[in-house]
């Protein structure tokens, strides 16, 4: 007797929790609101772990592409952490460089294997510091932009409006390119020499004085060229595949290896369709670096579409796409780890704040 009491209480409190976490206009579970703080550590810890993933995948390209065309003194080239392209200046004489270390590697693994045992596991995450100073705030700005705006968005026109995340994935993305802008440049600085907090005061007050304040976002059109459609493309593909897997499994919810797959097919078609756009700002910023360490008084004006008419001219429209696998093998498993991560993270902060509205 006691035992099917103890029974009907349990199977009450159930429904009683079941009734209290309903919605009563949809008649659906209640969604446990996740807050901007959650959503900011959520990202913060996708944005290290990408990094952390991505990063000895460039390291090693970077490795290779030394190792056959030297780097000399003055020579630029892109490092990515997963998150974002940052443009290396090669200053240092010798071998002291990480990307400069002697390797006589026959590919991809033997890099791999041959940097592990000779110079240590700590290799393959060189020049990551630097970057994560960057990468790290940028993607916090923008996915905890982009959840929020969803949410406004939704509140304010239906549910299940395919342009939300369309609208929140440019404004989001706009937001975050061009607060990050100005540290690119002066992150950029940085690495030619190594400046005070006082030197690097004088130069920034230079600029602004000679050029004004909008000289800090030099590099900024091609940038958001790049990566405002990108991500436009990137949410609405990434919703509309994780709502079909969804479907297709039959599940209310989606799991970790739908956000994984949804993040990495989503990234991917965003790659391709934004590759002349990433051409272009590279050419760009390595155009806006000669200029500036050759102290070329003659400002430099060449537009984004000047610069891709060069680049069909010289080289065919398959110039816009320079260097599309090595971009596809970084960006893939990138927007796969973050995003799946991200979404880890806060279906953790929701579970605890459910307890807490139960407690």
């Given at each position: 007797m006691l035992v099917a009491e103890t029974s009907t209480a349990k199977m009450l409190m159930i429904f009683l929790l079941l009734v209290k976490n309903?919605?009563?206009?949809a008649g659906g579970p209640q969604i446990i609101k996740v807050t901007p703080l959650q959503q900011m550590l959520a990202s913060c810890t996708g944005a290290v772990l990408t990094s952390l993933i991505v990063t000895p995948l460039d390291v090693v390209k970077i490795r290779l592409q030394a190792q056959n065309n030297p780097f000399y003194k003055g020579?630029?080239?892109v490092y990515s952490n997963g998150l974002m392209d940052h443009l290396c200046v090669c200053e240092e004489e010798g071998n002291r460089a990480w990307y400069k270390k002697p390797g006589r590697f026959q590919g991809t693994l033997d890099a791999f294997l041959k940097i592990i045992r000779n110079e240590g596991v700590k290799s393959l995450w060189s020049g990551l510091p630097p970057t994560l100073v960057m990468a790290v705030p940028a993607t916090v700005i923008y996915f905890t932009c982009y959840d929020q705006l969803t949410a406004l968005l939704k509140s304010k026109l239906e549910e299940n409006e395919s342009c939300i995340p369309i609208i929140a994935g440019i404004v989001a993305r706009f937001?975050?390119?061009t607060v990050i802008s100005p540290l690119e440049l002066i992150r950029t600085k940085m690495q030619s020499k190594k400046f005070s907090y006082k030197e690097l005061h004088r130069f920034v007050s230079k600029k602004v004085s000679e050029d004004g304040w909008i000289s800090l976002w030099r590099g900024w059109a091609p940038t958001v060229l790049r990566d405002v459609p990108f991500s436009a493309m990137y949410w609405y593909n990434y919703e509309v595949l994780k709502k079909w897997f969804c479907v297709k499994s039959g599940l209310y919810e989606p799991?970790?290896?739908?956000?994984?797959?949804s993040g990495a097919l989503s990234g991917s078609l965003a790659a391709v369709a934004t590759l002349p756009f990433d051409v272009v700002k590279t050419q760009k910023q390595t155009q806006?670096?000669?200029h500036e360490s050759h102290k070329i008084s003659t400002?430099?004006?060449?537009?984004?579409?000047?610069?891709?008419?060069?680049?069909?001219a010289e080289s065919g429209f398959s110039g816009l796409f320079t260097g599309l696998i090595p971009r596809?093998?970084?960006?893939?498993p990138a927007c796969a780890v973050m995003i799946s991560t991200y979404e880890f993270g806060k279906a953790f902060f929701q579970k605890q704040n459910a307890r807490r509205q139960q407690n």
């Open positions: 309903m919605d009563p206009e020579k630029c080239f937001g975050a390119v799991t970790f290896m739908i956000n994984f797959t806006l670096w000669i400002p430099l004006r060449m537009s984004t579409w000047a610069i891709m008419k060069n680049i069909v596809l093998i970084k960006i893939a």
